[in-house]
């Protein structure tokens, strides 16, 4: 797909998942909104996966380790056709297969089960590793949160990483600024990021983490090292009252509210 | 173990409670007259209920963000330098995410940290198995020097947090934010280890705690209805277990039934049956999360499915009593 298209298809996204949410009466939608570019640019644009082999022995490689934002992933998976679209009807309803984090024995695309943070960073450096030992070509990518990024495991595994020397895999890290209760700066503030990772013996590039312009060629990109991406979010992207407000990060519209969100996220269209 | 309340609750007043509430009010009335009194969580102040405290004592507030290993650690520091530290945070990421510190820095150890498990059992429903705490008393029981305690109720839950500060060591808080009517008296003093007598019966007891201690009663009404005359006992304390009522229970009525917002194994359930094999062997059925990571619903909902409505309660129970000798 192309810019405009991939711009097009986040926007579509956005609006399934703030119906998603609003019709379940829960959700994490400020990072769903934040996270939803990079969605879209991997699934549409980036990775090689096939929808109708999702355990293709060569596909890329993706984890979503701040699995709380499961819906945009969800609804990201269900329009590339790994699931019927109608399914995200269920989203949190009893017996789905879509809860609140995602199940890789479920749906299929999910390549693990993330929900605890600091998980999908070690898992990715696994399959990373996996790759360069039976030497098949698939490129892993792995997205974390920023407040995820405090635990303690991130850390080992990135010290891993470049022990082992991993130019097959890209992390890429969703600096929306907040995490569940505050901002970052006012919890345990871990900015700057890039000279952190850069000490660590990691390629590090920065971009603006809503700009598709910018999203794609950063994904594309290889690198000769381990490779992190501090992607620049707004916490609620795309929904003039949520965005860089801590409360949606797991609040439920209202109906005005949800009327205003639903237009504001049209109108783009 | 205390007289049977005479007239438990349960049926006067339906009206149910988040037992944080009455956690975070007693935390904040004891940091009041403690300046002892620290809170550590990690990035959980609005689901542990510590939005108040931290108004009222902000620099009391040790908020480490998303890293429970470190919270673990650092509450034993705490304790080490002389402050009364109070570790809060989701069941799940305390128990499951800081195990180790748990073992050697705070029961090994044997650090003065109240350790608060929010949230616990399936609580957080539709977020699923990562998110449920279904498998902390199995973990937690088998550590020295950790007293491990559910409350069935918001009076037990203060009662429990002051026993707490005033006790000289570590324990495991377990509680829930499933709404729970009132089953225990005003006034109520916790003791560790003590089961409470809600209600007398000689064919049969049942013995929960936490979330399920309001359904064995609803489901000891229900038996009566059928002639079977059920002893119901609240047992918070899962660890030092209330042996005395135990095999009381097992002699004076001859069976045993048990249920718990926990899996089967490893839990209230288990820890019952340890001491039934031992002292008093008599039939037991436990119930619970029957070993499965749980599909996608409610705490209520799931704890319907898994037989633990009041009227399965009192048909296992019914079906129990036939088994006797
Ligand atoms: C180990 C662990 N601790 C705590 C939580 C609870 N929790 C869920 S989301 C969240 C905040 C995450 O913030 P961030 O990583 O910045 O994600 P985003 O802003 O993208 O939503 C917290 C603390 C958890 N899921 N896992
Ligand atoms: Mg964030």
Redo the contacts between chains.
């Keep these: 797909m192309e810019i405009n298209e991939l711009e097009r298809m986040a926007r579509a996204i956005r609006r399934r998942d703030l119906e998603a949410v609003y019709a379940a009466g829960a959700g994490h939608i400020g990072g769903e909104m934040s996270v939803i570019d990079i969605l879209t640019a991997l699934y549409f644009r980036v990775l090689k996966v096939y929808p109708d082999q999702p355990k293709h022995p060569g596909r890329d490689r993706f984890v979503l380790s701040k699995g709380h934002t499961a819906c945009a992933l969800y609804v990201t998976l269900a329009k590339r056709g790994f699931l019927p679209e109608e399914e995200i009807a269920t989203f949190l309803a009893p017996h789905s297969r879509l809860n609140g984090h995602p199940n890789c024995n479920k749906v299929p695309g999910v390549e693990t089960n993330t929900g605890p943070l600091g998980h999908g960073l070690p898992v990715a450096i696994g399959m990373a590793k996996a790759a360069k030992l039976s030497g098949a070509g698939y490129h892993t990518y792995v997205v974390t949160g920023d407040g995820e990024m405090q635990e303690g495991s991130n850390w080992e595994a990135i010290m891993a990483a470049a022990q082992f020397g991993l130019d097959n895999l890209t992390l890429v890290i969703d600096h929306n600024r907040f995490q569940q209760g505050a901002s970052l700066a006012d919890t345990n503030g871990l900015a700057p990021l890039r000279p952190r990772l850069e000490a660590f013996g990691w390629e590090v590039a920065e971009i603006n983490g809503n700009a598709m312009a910018e999203v794609v060629p950063a994904l594309e990109h290889r690198a000769s090292r381990p490779y992190c991406i501090v992607a620049h979010t707004n916490k609620g992207h795309g929904i003039s009252f949520m965005q860089d407000r801590v409360d949606w990060h797991h609040k439920v519209p209202n109906k005005d509210q949800y009327e205003i969100a639903l237009a504001e996220l049209s109108e783009a269209l | 173990m205390n007289a049977p309340l005479s007239q438990p609750k349960l049926f006067a007043t339906p009206q149910l409670f988040d037992c944080r509430d009455a956690f975070a009010e007693t935390l904040e009335a004891l940091a009041a007259t403690d300046e002892t009194v620290v809170a550590v969580c990690n990035?959980?102040?609005?689901?542990s209920k510590l939005g108040g405290f931290k108004t009222k004592f902000p620099e009391r507030l040790v908020?480490?963000?998303?890293?429970e290993?470190?919270m673990v650690g650092v509450g034993a520091g705490l304790a080490n330098g002389g402050r009364l530290p109070f570790v809060c945070a989701a069941a799940?990421?305390l128990t499951?995410?800081a195990l180790e510190q748990i073992k050697a820095d705070i029961a090994y150890s044997n650090a003065n940290v109240k350790l608060v498990g929010i949230s616990s059992g399936m609580a957080?429903g539709?977020?699923?198995p990562?998110?449920h705490s279904i498998e902390d008393f199995a973990w937690t029981r088998v550590l020295p020097n950790l007293p491990v305690i559910a409350p069935a109720d918001r009076i037990e839950t203060a009662a429990a947090i002051r026993w707490a500060a005033s006790y000289a060591g570590p324990c495991f808080l377990r509680l829930s934010r499933v709404g729970v009517p009132d089953l225990l008296p005003e006034g109520h003093v916790f003791e560790l280890g003590k089961a409470n007598l809600l209600r007398e019966g000689g064919d049969v007891t049942l013995i929960a705690n936490g979330t399920l201690t309001h359904r064995i009663l609803t489901a000891a009404k229900l038996l009566a209805e059928r002639g079977i005359e059920a002893r119901v006992l609240n047992m918070a304390t899962v660890r030092p277990i209330d042996e005395t009522a135990i095999i009381a229970a097992a002699r004076e009525t001859g069976a045993i039934l048990t249920a718990e917002e926990h899996s089967i194994f490893g839990g209230l359930g288990s820890a019952v049956a340890e001491v039934v094999v031992d002292h008093a062997p008599v039939p037991m059925k436990r119930l619970g999360v029957p070993g499965v990571f749980a599909?996608?619903?409610?705490a209520e909902?799931l704890l319907d499915e898994y037989g633990m409505t009041p009227p399965a309660i009192a048909d296992a129970a019914a079906a129990l009593v036939q088994r006797k000798g």
Excluded: K, P, W
């Design positions: 990035d959980s102040v609005g689901s908020n480490v963000g998303i890293a290993q470190n799940c990421f499951g995410r957080y539709e977020l699923g990562t998110h599909h996608t619903g409610s909902m």
